[in-house]
């Protein structure tokens, strides 16, 4: 397990340098940082000089190195927008987008895991055909819609739940609900499969010729093999909620993350859109680290291979 566990963590800090390398690529390519801070309406001498203040004039292997180097110390540049340093406005945003995301996502776990299961019991059934038509609804719902639905309904009408804001916890049921949705119909369906195909093996079969109970051949012997892709894009889905958050957040005015990135490609934040990214995709990487290790300690043949 240790030796798996050091390969994993080992390949994923090389594809962690290589999407720092991509990342400080393209947010040069997206633009000139030194207009970007002098401002549009900046002479070319106030540019010029904004670009040696800020070693822009240097190769650009050396502001990499510069660049990685404060990442590494936890400096993650200064908004010249907001002036403030975009450590500090992340550190303000983060919680409001974490908080959200893992509230979306217990919500589609909730949803999908059950209705996976209970699907793959009854194939071919009313449940299961109406559990694929609860993923496919939610698979063909746009998120903005589907917000601005629950917005008018629970709103507007009913005035059951507050439609802005992040200061309670009920702000944040019905942008969880829209977000949890959106992931529910893929995990939903890959547990259906996985449980079917679980359901089908030898050593299923053997147990239930052994006189062992439905409950306890589900939930102790099939689940926990069927369940392990669901891990994998369990973890998927909570960095694509951490990064897709950006269309919640604004419908509800959330100030989180998401909306934080809307706002810094409006006013061309370059580093606060470079950090952004960063942050993104290290919340990827670490969470597919996890997923595999956990992975392999459900099912040690992963870790053999």
Known sequence: MLTYTSRR????????VTVSIITFALMR???????????AEASAEEIARVRADYGFDRPLVLQYAGWLKDVAQGDLGFSNILQ???????????????????????IALVLAIPLGILAAIRRNSSVDRLALSFAVVGQALPNFFFSLLMILVFGVYL???????????QHYVLPAIALGYASTPAI?????????????SDYIRTARAMGLGTRRVIFRHALRNALIPVVSLTAVQLGFMLSGSIIVESVFSMNG?????????QR?????????????SVSYL?????????????????RVS
């Not at 005035?159 to 309670?168: E, V, Y």
């Not at 939903?188 to 089908?200: F, K, Q, W, Y």
């Not at 996890?290 to 040690?300: E, F, I, Q, S, T």
Request: charged letters at 15%; proline letters at 5%; glycine letters at 6%.
């Open 159 to 169: 005035r059951w739940l507050p439609i802005s804001g992040d200061a309670t916890w």
């Open 286 to 302: 670490a969470l597919t680290f996890l997923a595999d290790v956990l992975n392999a300690w459900l099912d040690p043949r992963i």
């Open 268 to 280: 061309t934040d370059l580093e606060m859109m470079q950090a952004l990214v960063l942050i993104v």
């Open 9 to 16: 963590l080992g390949l994923t800090l090389l594809v962690l």
């Open 188 to 200: 939903m369906r890959l547990t259906r499969a996985g449980m079917i195909e679980v359901l089908d």
């Open 257 to 265: 993350l998401g909306r934080l990135g809307w706002q810094s490609i």
């Open 29 to 39: 390519l997206a633009g000139d940082p030194a207009v970007a801070i002098a401002g």
């Open 84 to 106: 403030r340093p975009v450590v500090d406005v992340v550190a303000e945003r983060l919680p409001v987008t974490l908080r959200l995301a893992l509230a979306a996502l217990a």
